[in-house]
């Protein structure tokens, strides 16, 4: 006969919003069975949100390679054996049309990236003059840029910019083997700056990066335990690519990142939970365990930054499937 198990201490009444979390309280979520996992994250998403609703984004590459960063997980690195060719900014009409385009698809928001290692300022006008026309289209703005000081945050923020992207990318036990070039104490002073300037924050990780579960743990009580939740907190499976110092690196199992979309959701639960790259990588079968775990955001669209997206169509067709629609931007909470 089955063991019969008291999971009774383990559901949170209300998941408040708490900033205090301990490892240790994470890595036991982590532990759970995975029924009780889902079934505490599926409470903390149906709390604060509509679980049939997904948000849309899309992401725009508006200056791809020729970073001076040495990041391990990216071809747009100029210190890679293989990289992407550097190009120049794109010109406003260039981006907007993107936008538009974006627009019809059914995007409410509009991501922009570039590859440096902080703007410029004549380069960050031109960024500027991007998120006041894409704002007068009626959508919202997003921009990662790299490292911000005060200065730049504030014009980004009287252009009208709704999210900042700067992720954390992994554990700060397991950066110094993804980046030597910026500190993990970089990320976090350029996310003060953005979140004091009341601009709304895009932050998460990637998975797969030969991190393990401490890891995960450790990068998960990071994001809670800022002073204010990150709005919208991308999770992303490593694209492996080839000429990358982690272009080889062992594929992160399912059911491990599954683990952490769930854990992420219940620990941070008025966040969008957003399942970003590596999606080309994903049955439809872990998209819907993720969508179960408390995802509730997707990238839209053939390309993120340099790196292959799922077609709209498919995406489309498992949405039907699943009884899941794109949201529109008042999908909020049932409270």
Request: hydrophobic letters at 35%; charged letters at 25%.
């Amino acid at each position: 006969m089955p063991l019969k198990r008291d999971f009774s201490t383990t559901i949170f009444n209300n998941f408040p919003i708490r900033h205090d979390w301990a490892k240790e309280e994470i890595a036991s979520l982590f532990q759970l069975p995975l029924p009780e996992l889902i079934y505490q994250a599926q409470t903390a998403h149906r709390l604060n949100f509509d679980p049939t609703q997904i948000q849309v984004s899309t992401l725009l590459s508006i200056k791809s390679g020729g970073c001076p960063e040495d990041c391990a997980y990216c071809p747009q690195s100029a210190k890679h054996e293989e990289k992407i060719k550097a190009d120049r900014l794109m010109s406003v009409e260039k981006v907007l049309e993107k936008a538009r385009a974006a627009k019809a698809e059914g995007a409410t928001r509009f991501c922009m990236g570039a590859a440096w290692r902080s703007p410029k300022d004549h380069d960050l006008e031109t960024v500027c003059a991007m998120i006041e026309g894409i704002k007068n289209l009626g959508l919202e703005t997003c921009v990662t840029l790299g490292m911000l000081n005060l200065e730049q945050t504030e014009k980004l923020k009287n252009a009208g910019l709704d999210y900042y992207n700067h992720n954390l990318d992994t554990s700060e036990e397991h950066y110094e083997k993804i980046i030597s070039t910026r500190t993990y104490q970089d990320r976090l002073d350029t996310l003060a700056f953005v979140r004091d300037a009341g601009i709304k924050v895009c932050c998460g990780g990637i998975l797969g990066m030969n991190e393990d579960e401490a890891d995960r743990v450790s990068m998960i009580a990071t994001l809670a335990n800022l002073p204010r939740h990150p709005e919208s907190v991308p999770i992303n499976m490593l694209i492996r690519v080839k000429g990358t110092p982690l272009g080889n690196a062992d594929p992160i199992d399912p059911i491990d990142f599954i683990r952490t979309i769930a854990v992420a959701r219940i620990t941070m639960p008025e966040s969008y939970v957003r399942l970003a790259a590596g999606r080309t990588e994903m049955s439809n079968e872990m998209q819907t365990l993720c969508y179960l775990a408390g995802v509730n955001s997707i990238f839209l669209g053939e390309r993120l930054l340099t790196c292959p997206n799922p077609e709209k169509s498919s995406d489309l067709t498992l949405f039907n499937k699943l009884g899941l629609q794109i949201a529109n931007q008042q999908n909020r909470a049932i409270s």
